[in-house]
């Protein structure tokens, strides 16, 4: 994945210009998004509305039955990707993460999965990092403590980002993994 740059750009310039009937806002990093598109290209899921929550054992049991994950299609407006489809490959990478290292979805499962995901990112890649930080760990903290799914992802990502921006990664998941 290291030379995915010029030709995920494309990748992701071409998915910019095939939009019909969905918002495209500005991502808070094209370069994340372009990251994505090229890092779930090969991947099996399928996009569901209304989707149920089920235990890992369920979504595991169904991805070896239907050869395919069940991703979410619901509350993909308003993200830091921009675009409901870049936020649904982004779910796929995640629950891709989730199978490969056998993860469930409580919160010190997210925190390694969102761990296995940062290392897939260039090292110098500093404010992306902390856009996934912010996604996952900071969203399943969010839900641990209130019971309730992020409302406002961009507000919670501004947010995030502004109490973080002196931090280092090492600093940030020393403070809120604790």
Not at 95 to 123: I, R, W
Not at 125 to 150: D, M, P
Not at 159 to 171: A, E, G, P
Request: hydrophobic share 40%; proline share 1%.
């Amino acid at each position: 994945m290291k030379n995915f740059n010029c030709r995920a750009l494309e990748e992701y310039s071409k998915h910019l210009e095939n939009k019909k009937n969905e918002t495209v806002e500005k991502p808070f990093s094209y370069r994340l998004n372009a990251f994505i598109i090229e890092r779930t290209k090969n991947l099996k899921f399928e996009a569901v509305k209304n989707l149920n929550e089920v235990s890992f054992f369920e979504f595991k049991k169904n991805f070896c039955i239907e050869g395919k994950m069940l991703i979410s299609s619901d509350f993909c407006k308003n993200t830091i990707f921009g675009s409901e489809k870049v936020n649904i490959l982004f779910r796929a990478w995640h629950d891709d993460q989730h199978l490969k290292l056998n993860l469930g979805f409580d919160y010190s499962e997210e925190m390694a999965v969102c761990f296995s995901q940062l290392n897939e990112l260039p090292t110098n890649w500093i404010f992306e990092k902390k856009l996934i930080i912010s996604e996952i760990i900071g969203q399943a903290l969010f839900h641990k403590k209130t019971g309730q799914f992020v409302g406002d992802q961009i507000k919670f990502t501004h947010d995030f980002l502004k109490v973080h921006r002196n931090k280092s990664i090492q600093q940030i998941l020393n403070e809120i993994c604790n």
